[in-house]
Structures are given as C-alpha cells and as structure tokens.
C-alpha cells in the first residue's frame, strides 16, 4: 500500500461502480494527509449514495450498479479528494458540485481541460 497511497482516492472512485464489496487496508497513512483521507472518502463516497464503512487503516466500499446520486460535496482543501470527486460526479443522475477545487490546480492544474477535452461538462465557479 505505501507505493499506491496517493491513488487510494481514485481507487475509491472505482470502488463505487465495482460489483461486490472492495476493501482497502495498510492505509493508515492516510489520516495524515492535506486531509483525514479515510473519513473525507468516506465522506464523499456516502454523499453520492455509496454504502462505506471506514476502518483504522483503510474502507470498505460496497460497489453500486446503478448511477450515483447527484451530491454537493467539499474537498476539505484536498487536491486529490476534489479530483476524486469530481469523476465521481462524472457518473453522477445529476449535476454535482464540488467545493473548494481550486487546489486542484496543486497537482493537475490542466485537469478541468483534461476533463472537457474527453467530452465532460465542467463549470468552473469563482
């Protein structure tokens, strides 16, 4: 797990379209990142209507089929979580909104261009 921590966001995000429970464990590191990754995922997992339970080091994340719900979430200031988010939302019933995702622009400051250029619908506000 130490080599894939930063991913584990993104891994979430597939989680949630995963057919049947994905666990993610050794990733206790990730309390202490820009944010509490675990509880900020989970967080954001159950606000698009995905079934998760945090652990000391890691999630349980039970997959959906279906779409997931439209949600209003915050990033927590959290690069990753705003960009985990934000595809998330790309599977979303409705519009999503993500706040505080300027600090995106940490990490990937072309990923709303990245977005777009793959046939997203992405609206930036100020």
Known sequence: MPRAIDEIPIACAL???ALGTTRI???AELRHKESDR???MASVLRAFGVECE???DG???HGREDRLDAADVASRGDHRIAMTAAVLALTARGPSRVRDAACIAT???KFVATLRALGARVDVEE
């Open 107 to 109: 990490s990937y400051p």
């Open 59 to 61: 999630l349980d994340v």
């Open 38 to 40: 675990i509880a900020t």
């Open 54 to 56: 945090e652990t000391p």
């Open 25 to 27: 464990r050794d990733a």
């Open 15 to 17: 989680a949630a379209r």
